[in-house]
């Protein structure tokens, strides 16, 4: 062997005429690292408010939370094919998907300026989700008591499609706005009044942005409501081992 290669070949011909080897170094990619890409992606989405003004802001966090979630179907769809589950991979997926739920939550109640619609159910959430988190921890090999019921799926589901709403209704509000800002108040006025052909889409813009911002809070208080039933739901189960006396 020489030049790295076989029968004198460099390394690059073998891997041109030994497309082999080339999948082979491809399938050691490990479905863990998008679990850790997600996980790393949590406080960007925040970070992106501070570094980058709005809109952008509000598309990069729209683009990271979608993309966190595609993910976290992504990366257990692989493994499991693969057979690449790992007890790193089962401790760290969970993380990393309520590290960008919390941090979503947060950021969205600073966005919404301590609005009670989002205020609320997003604190309902976030303490539902320590309080949980807690009783786990707790109860150590015991927190198979605990194991996701079905309605916890949908709290789940319904939590997804909330916030990435909440994010393109911002994104859509700003737009309004910035509409709006941009033109004089008897036009604007005028095209309300249908007195004025709408050839600016407010109509349109503003109809689309009442309507996302509704079914996202809708959605959120529905998470809401799901997440305090879980969340009592898990509290009864937990008591039995609660009750417990430990020496």
């Known amino acids: 062997m020489a030049a790295g290669g076989f029968d004198g070949k460099p390394r690059w011909m073998i891997l041109r005429t030994c497309p082999g080897a080339v999948i082979t170094r491809a399938m050691r990619f490990h479905p863990n690292w998008l679990t850790i890409g997600r996980l790393f992606a949590a406080p960007c989405l925040a970070l992106a408010f501070v570094l980058l003004p709005r809109p952008l802001a509000d598309w990069v966090a729209l683009f990271l939370f979608v993309g966190a979630a595609a993910t976290d179907w992504l990366d257990g769809r692989i493994a499991r094919a693969r057979g690449q589950v790992t007890a790193f991979g089962r401790m760290l997926d969970p993380v990393a998907d309520k590290a960008m739920v919390i941090i979503a939550l947060s950021v969205l109640i600073g966005l919404s300026g301590l609005n009670p619609q989002v205020l609320i159910p997003c604190t309902a959430i976030l303490f539902r989700e320590i309080v949980i988190a807690g009783l786990r921890e707790h109860l150590g090999a015991g927190a198979g008591a605990l194991a996701v019921t079905r309605l916890a799926k949908w709290k789940t589901t319904a939590q997804m499609a909330a916030l990435p709403l909440l994010f393109l209704a911002g994104i859509l509000q700003l737009r309004y706005e910035a509409l709006w800002y941009s033109h004089e108040p008897a036009h604007l006025e005028a095209i309300l009044a249908g007195t004025v052909e709408d050839e600016i889409g ?15 809070k809708g959605l959120l208080w529905v998470a809401a409501a799901l997440t305090l039933v879980t969340g009592i739901d898990y509290f009864r189960r937990a008591l039995p081992h609660l009750r417990e006396t430990r020496t």
Do not use: F, M, N, S
Not at 203 to 214: D, H, M
């Open 202 to 216: 407010l109509i349109a813009l503003g109809t689309w942005y009442e309507g996302v911002a509704v079914l996202g």
